[in-house]
C-alpha cells in the first residue's frame, strides 16, 4: 500500500464519524465507501521482476495502446504506450536496471490519455536511464483526471530492473522509448503488468558493435 492511501482514507473516516454525528448515520456512507477506495487504489502488489538479459519491462500496469516505431529528434525509436485505467495499479517502477541520467518535468494539457497527442503535450516526467550501454527514457504523462505524477529518484542514482519508483494518481498514461532495434514482445491490446511483463528485449550492446563492423567491412569490398 502507497502511504498516500492512508493518508486520504482517514481524512474520509473522519469525515464519515462528523457527517454520521451530525447528520444522519446513513449519509456517513459515502465519505466510507470513498475511503475503501482509495485503499485500493494505492495498492502495491509484488511482482516478480523478469531477470533475462536485456529485458524492459513495463512502467505500469494498464493496456498497451501504442506499439510501433517513431522518430524522436529525428532518429528512430520503438515508443511502446500503455494506458492506466482509474482501476489500474499506479504505482510506476523502472523499465531497465541502470542509472539515472535526467530527470525533466514538462508542464502542459491534461488530455485524455487514450489520445496521441498526449505523449507530447500532455504535463509530463521524463526519465532517461542507461544501462549495459543501452538508453531507455520512460515517461509519466499526466490524463483527464491525473493532476500529479510522483517520482522519487534523483539524476545519478542506480536503478534496479522493476525497482518502484514512483506513481501518477488517478487515469494516466506511461511510454517507454528504446532504440529501434530492440525485439518488440507486446501489441496494441494487450494488457501488461508494471514491473513482471517484458515489453521488448534490448540488442546487446556487443552485438551491435559487431554488426556495425561486420557492415563497414562488407560496403568496402
Known amino acids: 500500500m502507497v502511504r498516500d492511501g492512508y493518508f486520504y482514507a482517514l481524512a474520509l473516516i473522519a469525515a464519515a464519524v462528523l457527517v454520521g454525528w451530525f447528520t444522519q ?24 521482476i523478469p531477470d533475462a538479459a536485456g529485458a524492459v519491462v513495463s512502467p505500469g500496469d494498464g493496456k498497451v495502446t501504442e506499439a510501433a516505431i517513431v522518430t524522436v529528434d529525428g ?23 541502470g542509472v539515472v541520467r535526467e530527470v525533466r518535468y ?7 490519455a487514450m489520445n496521441q497527442a498526449s505523449a507530447e ?7 532517461r536511464v542507461e544501462g549495459d550501454g543501452q538508453v531507455v527514457v520512460f515517461k509519466q ?5 491525473a493532476r500529479r505524477i510522483v517520482f522519487h529518484p534523483k539524476v545519478g542514482d542506480q536503478l534496479e530492473r522493476g525497482q518502484r519508483v514512483g506513481l501518477i494518481k488517478f487515469g494516466s498514461r506511461v511510454d517507454v522509448l528504446c532504440d529501434v532495434t530492440a525485439a ?11 514491473g513482471a511483463s517484458v515489453l521488448a528485449y534490448l540488442q546487446p550492446k556487443s552485438e551491435m558493435a559487431g554488426a556495425g563492423s561486420y557492415s563497414s567491412a562488407k560496403g568496402a569490398r
Not at 26 to 48: H, K, S, Y
Not at 81 to 97: E, G, Q
Not at 184 to 194: E, F, I, S, T
Request: charged share 20%; no cysteine; hydrophobic share 50%.
Open 141 to 145: 504523462i499526466a490524463g483527464l483526471l
Open 75 to 97: 532518429e528512430k525509436q520503438i515508443r511502446i504506450s500503455i494506458f492506466l485505467s482509474v482501476f489500474d495499479v499506479h504505482v510506476n517502477r523502472s523499465p531497465i536496471a
Open 25 to 48: 448515520p446513513a449519509w456517513a456512507v459515502v465519505p466510507l465507501l470513498l475511503a475503501v477506495f482509495f485503499l485500493w487504489f494505492f495498492r502495491d502488489p509484488g511482482r516478480v
Open 184 to 194: 518488440l514482445q507486446v501489441k496494441v491490446g494487450d494488457r501488461v503488468q508494471g
Open 121 to 127: 503535450q500532455n504535463e509530463q516526467n521524463i526519465v
Open 106 to 112: 514538462q508542464r502542459g494539457k491534461f488530455l485524455n
